[in-house]
């Protein structure tokens, strides 16, 4: 997708050609964008700066030596060269009505890129283990997680959208006593508290129902190994219903649900063992004694020792314990492994309790790719949740946390996928239930809803006039051609938050963009004539409510990214 900034940096390239000293130079880390002052102009590059050591001549002589080329530019009106050897230039009125223009033709595709075009990304997110529903907890890394999926999608990138399911270990044998209980009470045994240990919510009810009503009493008083694999199979199947419906709410959707046990039972640990045993980064060693008191039941074991150090790790890692079975490293390893298999990048979208582990599984991805699959890690800080400033209390029902999808209810989808990537990742958040469906400027969810229904607003109020016609972009003048200029800088926010992996970015444009579309609109209440509805003017109107439209337009598409609709009305 063209866009004005590729065009320059395309016209940047060709001249470059020309240019004898720069000729056949690495040129990837030459830029053409906005300069950080707008009073320095429209466009900056730091060309000169960048490829005046490898022709051998000083910055600022190779910035001058470029000035009357890029002068030369129908679409340039000057050309200043600043400082020890930037460039800036301003742009014809001309070329910003043009690219005005190129917003309404492309409308849902402005902004749309193919940097990523051949590339698959596999971005892994929620994956909260199955034993419950969807809490307020999983929330942002799930929101997170799939406004990234969808970035890197309109950057151009095939994705897949993955949740491993943790499905092998110790919590979903926890999940089948804990519903085996439930089943015990559903058939009239007085359970009395749950014990410490097993999930308490009433959520495992329907699932023991179920049980009960197909199996009767054919489980009570029954060792446990004649039912817990048929109880956890049955809760785990239940559970992940009740969590896609969960993810369903907040517009969710996977591609694929990854099952650890089926990772195990197709040998993909062994797979990753012989693999990093075959590069001699698997040996058979002995881990050092615990630091600090030393029990006096320990004793040195030889297992299979990952060279995570290697790979800058602190320690090396044991991938299977002392009883033969897998630890979870050496689990979470093959799962990866199987994900390389698809994709040519792999994204990871992780609490914050899971940062100690980064290292290791980071070393890990290096040696199973070979270093060839590039891998990120984001990790997602808490939410707390509060009502106008005060904690909110915990639900029983569901035991001891706050569902997703009461949130979902009580405020809507919209609402809560913008709160969410008001913040960066990584940054904690307070949720604030008051807060997040405010009327003010200070909620950044209704400031950019706001402003896209009231261009939408305006465009039926001036059908109501009967103003009908085409625009004529060249009655637009300098305070419209500010607003055009900042509209324009959408398609490379878009790249540049996706070759972050950064999709809070489309936010903040949002909101710096909502915020000049409400300053333009708030010209007219003490100017008339800066007014976008000028009854006696139709040719004007039209023109200003085509540049409004416009940025309506690219308010719905980065809404779209986030995964928001655009408000119509408010």
Known sequence: MTTLYKDFAAALDRILDQTQPVQGLDRRNVTVEPPREASHGDLATNAAMVLAKGAGINPRALAEMLKPQLEALDDVSAVEVAGPGFINLRLTDDCWRRELTRIAEQGADYGRSSVGSGKTVNVEYVSANPTGPMHMGHCRGAVVGDALASLLQFAGHDVIREYYVNDAGGQVDTLARSVHLRYREVLGEDVGEIPEGLYPGDYLIPVAKALAAEHGTAFVGKPEADWLILFRETAVAAMLVMIRDDLALLGIHHDVFASEAIVQREKKPEAAEAFLRS??????????????????????????????????????????KSDGSWTYFGADMAYHFQKAEKADALIDIWGADHAGTVKRIRA???????????????????????????????????????????????????????????????????????????????????????????????????????????????????????????????????????????????????????????????????????????????????????????????????????????????
């Open 279 to 320: 590069r001699d980064l698997v040996y058979d060693g002995q881990l050092e004694a615990p630091k600090g008191e030393i029990d006096p039941d320990w004793e040195p074991v030889t297992l299979p020792l990952f060279r995570s150090t290697q790979f800058g790790d602190d320690q090396d890692r044991p991938i299977k």
């Open 364 to 570: 890990a991805v290096a040696a199973l790719t070979d270093g060839k699959k590039p891998f990120d890690i984001k990790i997602v800080q808490m939410v707390r949740l509060l009502r106008a400033g005060e904690p909110v209390k915990m639900s029983k029902r569901s035991g001891n946390f706050v569902t997703l999808a009461d949130v979902v209810r009580e405020v809507g989808k919209d609402v809560v996928r913008f709160t969410m990537l008001t913040r960066k990742a990584d940054a904690q958040m307070d949720f604030d239930f008051a807060k997040v469906v405010e009327a003010s400027k200070d909620n950044p969810v209704f400031y950019v809803q706001y402003a896209h229904a009231r261009i939408e607003s305006l465009k039926r109020k001036v059908a109501g006039e009967g103003i009908t016609g085409e625009a004529d972009v060249s009655m637009l003048d300098a305070e419209d051609l500010d607003l055009i200029k900042l509209a324009a800088q959408f398609p490379r926010i878009v790249e540049s938050a996706a070759a972050a992996y950064e999709p809070h970015r489309i936010a903040f444009y949002l909101y710096d963009l909502a915020a000049a579309f409400h300053a333009y609109y708030n010209l007219g209440n003490d100017r008339p004539d800066r007014r976008i509805l000028v009854v006696n003017d139709p040719l004007l109107t039209l023109s200003r409510l085509f540049l409004g439209a416009a940025i309506g337009q690219i308010i719905a598409n980065g809404l779209s990214i986030m995964g928001v609709e655009p408000a119509r009305e408010m």
